[in-house]
């Protein structure tokens, strides 16, 4: 994507490795039990403003998980089915948080310098590199502005 602006995040690795896709947003918090379809990868829940999106391949930005400890189970499934997410990026550590993305093999990082739901929008092309504590965002040329009339 050239043309856009890059930004830079650094954060903290909850599970190494490097990864890239588009980013998939949403200031609402994810069940894993119920709250996705394991087979698909997508966002059932009632009322969620992702309903029907797969997540699948994508660097899936969110401010933590919620309900109950069927989170790390959910998320395992999406892995062995290969529909998991690229990637993992999250503000709020909690137990079952932790556990899914370990379980879910993707890298994931929390804790950043910058809130990424402030930083990442939907479609922004993101390279995760847990390890380092980095995340690239590029955004397209129309959101940062650069686009030629």
Known sequence: MSGGRTLVLRGRCV?????????LVTRMHISGWGGIDSRTGT??????????????????VFPGAKGSSG??????????????PAAL?????TTKIALGAVVTRAPAMTDFDRDPLD???????????????????????????DESP
Request: overall charge neutral.
């Open 15 to 23: 599970v190494p490795g490097r990864a890239e896709g588009p980013a």
């Open 89 to 93: 990026l999250f503000n709020e550590m």
């Open 119 to 145: 930083c990442i929008a939907s479609g922004d092309w993101v390279s995760v590199d847990a390890e380092r504590g980095i995340v690239e965002i590029r955004k397209p040329p129309s959101a940062a502005g």
């Open 43 to 60: 966002i059932v829940e009632t009322r969620h403003e992702l309903r029907g999106i797969s997540f699948a391949g994508k660097v899936l």
């Open 71 to 84: 989170w790390s189970n959910a998320f395992h499934l999406t892995r062995s089915l290969g529909v998991a």
